[in-house]
């Protein structure tokens, strides 16, 4: 498939599947207040700092905008990204525990195993020990198993940002496991030196064509209605 078509491909992946779903989504089940766990106490204070006092459209913004500006979207994007790599035959789902997805590599062609995360800062110091026992279990059981299989062939995929960005705990990884970022990532999964750059310029593109001006308004105010007749709040 040639550069300018897989981006193309992509793009409409995300304006479909990862863009306007979350829309339709959030305006579906985020305007729900079964939807959340309330601490009564912190929604009252977030609702004073949004609104200078406490009331059901304070209540629904300090609600509704964390929920579909962070949790929702950030939750969704790396398994639709996982799903696309398969959908669109870059990647197979790996059925080896621990690993998301298998890829010949494009610089190497060596086969990988790899286990994807979205950004330079995803994980935390308690992430490193298991991240490193799952790798290490997948070099045991290849070697039990006689692949030729080394530890170049698992890598840690970052879908974005840049080497220099990478968080010690990724860099602590990298020096049993190869940490892959951004452009170099993406290289090695299409062939393509300069995929990530061309990519990114045109998602950019695309995202000012989504007609997102229902999200925030509409989905706060149905909110909102649901918190007026709760017996939960007492306004």
């Known amino acids: 498939m040639a550069e300018k078509e897989l981006i193309s491909k992509i793009v409409e992946y995300f304006e479909t599947k990862i863009f306007k779903n979350h ?3 959030s305006l579906k089940n985020n305007t729900k207040l079964r939807s959340y766990n309330i601490n009564p106490i912190v929604v009252k204070y977030l609702s004073k700092v949004l609104e200078g006092d406490y009331t059901a ?16 979207i950030n ?12 959908e669109l035959g870059l990647a197979q789902g790996s059925l080896i525990k621990g690993m998301d997805i298998e890829f010949t590599d494009k610089i190497d062609s060596r086969q990988k195993w790899c286990q994807l995360k979205s950004e330079p800062n995803t994980i935390n ?4 020990n298991p991240l490193l026992k799952k790798f ?8 039990t198993n006689s692949m030729n299989l080394n530890n170049s062939d698992l890598i840690l995929g970052v879908l974005y940002g840049e080497e220099n ?5 990724y860099k602590k990884i990298d020096q049993q496991f190869p940490v892959v970022v951004g ?11 300069n995929f ?4 990114v310029d045109e998602l950019h593109k695309s995202i000012l064509t989504i007609d997102t001006k229902d999200l925030i308004d509409q989905g706060c105010a149905d909110l909102e209605q649901e918190i007026k007749i709760s017996p939960f709040f007492d306004f």
């Open 23 to 25: 829309i339709e989504a």
């Open 57 to 72: 459209r304070g209540v629904a913004r300090a609600l509704y905008y964390p929920r579909v500006l962070g949790t929702s």
């Open 75 to 86: 939750t969704s994007f790396g398994t639709r990204i996982q799903n696309m790599f398969v």
């Open 125 to 128: 110091s308690e992430d490193i």
């Open 136 to 143: 290490t279990t997948v070099t045991n059981l290849a070697r």
């Open 165 to 169: 960005q990478l968080s010690q705990h």
């Open 183 to 193: 452009k170099e990532f993406w290289h090695r999964l299409t062939g393509f030196p």
């Open 196 to 199: 990530y750059i061309g990519l």
